[in-house]
């Protein structure tokens, strides 16, 4: 298959040259070349429709991700049974020693036992 070159053609004179070459060919060339072309189109459409295939997986997993983050960012609703419901009181210290303070022992109101 000796011929020129898609690359190296200049596409205003595609047709003359395209032309010259087929009328210079013999009937079993033009046959195989054919065929060679039916196969490329063969193979360049089932590589298409993989693509597709591919794309629509893709997309598919991309809508149940996008769907799956969605629930993940919605507040849980807490449900628990309250025990027992304290009124507390702060104990009244003189002096507060270091530099740790414990802020929970300094709180004031109702506090609940979950």
């Known amino acids: 298959m000796s011929g020129p070159s898609l690359e190296n053609m200049d596409f205003d004179n595609a047709d003359d040259s395209l032309s010259d070459e087929i009328m210079s060919m013999s009937t079993a060339d033009i046959q195989a070349r054919t065929r060679l072309l039916d196969n490329e189109i063969r193979i360049m459409k089932s590589e298409l429709g993989r693509l597709n295939h591919e794309l629509q997986a893709?997309?598919?997993?991309?809508?149940?991700?996008?769907k799956k983050i969605k629930q993940n960012k919605t507040l849980p609703y807490l449900v628990s049974n309250i025990i027992e419901v304290l009124d507390v009181n702060p104990e009244d210290e003189e002096e507060i020693e270091g530099a740790n303070v414990d802020l929970d022992s300094q709180r004031k109101g109702k506090s609940v036992v979950i």
Request: net charge negative; proline share 0%; glycine share 0%.
């Open 58 to 66: 893709q997309n598919e997993t991309i809508k149940d991700n996008e």
